[in-house]
Nanobody, 127 residues
Framework: QAQLVESGGTAVQAGGSLRLSCVVS????????MAWFRQAPGKEREGVAA????????YYSDSVKGRFTISQDDANNAVYLQLNDLKPEDAAMYYC????????????????????WGQGTKVTVSS
């Protein structure tokens, strides 16, 4: 079973930018759909963005659309999440998730769609 390792989380000021990385210890194309979720203290884990590995489809939650960008790096077996124009409400632990099923527009944001998860990387946003 491949491992997912996130990195890149740190403290930033509102309006700032970050890039989170999720490196797959095995082969990126062993997965079909990869996503980023986040969980703030006291809140449910929510889907932020997803990408169809090997395809062109990407999916975003309404709260981050236009500010966050998900991308894949085949050479480095990685998926990235670029976070721009960060807001205090973006502060959370960010998790990488992976599935061997194709991303679906109606369910990419469901936790149960994903079988493999990373340990998370923390993003703090100060106002």
């Amino acid at each position: 079973q491949a491992q997912l390792v996130e990195s890149g989380g740190t403290a930033v000021q509102a309006g700032g930018s970050l890039r989170l990385s999720c490196v797959v210890s095995g082969y990126l194309f062993s997965y079909t759909c990869m996503a980023w979720f986040r969980q703030a203290p006291g809140k449910e884990r929510e889907g932020v963005a997803a990408i169809y590995i090997g395809g062109t489809s990407t999916y975003y939650s309404d709260s981050v659309k236009g500010r966050f960008t998900i991308s894949q790096d085949d050479a480095n077996n990685a998926v990235y999440l670029q976070l721009n124009d960060l807001k205090p409400e973006d502060a959370a632990m960010y998790y990488c998730a992976a599935s061997r099923l194709k991303c679906r527009s109606i369910s990419w944001y469901w936790r149960d769609e994903y079988t493999d998860w990373g340990q998370g990387t923390k993003v703090t946003v100060s106002s």
